[in-house]
């Protein structure tokens, strides 16, 4: 089975800081998804990247592929309150199944 | 209802209950998924079922009982839980598996918290 290792674990930032979150693995990527998750609810797609090196962006969200397809990061830029949540990567390994990482928990204050 | 919704939201219940949780889709997938989620632990994938067949089950304990009548619909049947049962049950649902370039995208539901006593 694949882990996935996130770091950090928790990030406690104020509002209009910029942050990099990162997701690691000893085993190549066939393609990596990252979810957020607001307490009280599911987790939420918020990008697949498959090819390596990719880098999509989604407002102030920039997701990155590594070269090796072994890692990936998530920057965002000038955090917002809405931004706070539990950022998940996750990977398909077998047909079925997608494995998900450690998560970073991520607090932005006002 | 749009998306996956899941009932109840929030559930107590002792060692000896018998319940259901109870997951329905409305985006015409064919995939759908129950997940564990612990504190402190990775989101742990439970039942896998594609067009209603069980396609993966993950070592899961036989106190949980997974059942899917249709492709929309998804039941998970607990009995005599552990404590240690406690934890956010997700339904997620894919427009089917993953597989020759596919990604599976997934789509969850808000959860069920269990709380065993």
């Known amino acids: 089975t694949q882990l996935l290792e996130q770091s950090p674990q928790f990030l406690s930032i104020q509002e209009g800081e910029n942050l990099t979150v990162y997701c690691n693995s000893s085993?190549?990527?066939?393609?990596l998804q990252w979810y957020r998750q607001e307490p009280g609810e599911g987790p939420v797609l918020l990008v697949t990247v498959v090819t390596g090196g990719e880098v999509k962006k989604l407002k102030r969200l920039t997701f990155q592929f590594g070269d090796a397809r072994k890692d990936s990061s998530l920057h965002i830029t000038a955090a917002q309150p809405g931004d706070t949540g539990l950022y998940l990567c996750a990977t398909t390994g077998t047909a079925s199944k997608l494995t998900f990482g450690t998560g970073t928990r991520l607090q932005v204050t006002l | 209802e749009t998306g996956v919704t899941q009932t109840p939201r929030h559930l107590v219940m002792g060692m000896t209950n018998k319940k259901s949780l109870k997951c329905e889709q409305h985006?015409?997938?064919?995939?759908m998924y129950w997940y564990k989620q612990s504190a402190k632990k990775p989101l742990e994938l439970m039942f896998v079922?594609?067009?209603?067949?069980?396609?993966e089950n993950n070592s899961v304990p036989s106190r949980f009982s997974p059942e899917c009548p249709n492709s929309s619909h998804l039941f998970l049947h607990l009995h005599t839980l552990q404590p240690e049962d406690s934890a956010l049950y997700l339904c997620?649902?894919?427009?089917?598996?993953?597989?020759?370039?596919?990604?599976?995208?997934?789509?969850f539901g808000p959860g069920t918290r269990l709380t065993v006593l």
């Open positions: 079922y594609s067009l209603e067949e069980r396609v």
């Open positions: 997620a649902s894919s427009r089917g598996l993953a597989g020759g370039g596919l990604v599976n995208e997934q789509f």
């Open positions: 085993s190549v990527f066939s393609s």
């Open positions: 985006l015409g997938h064919n995939a």
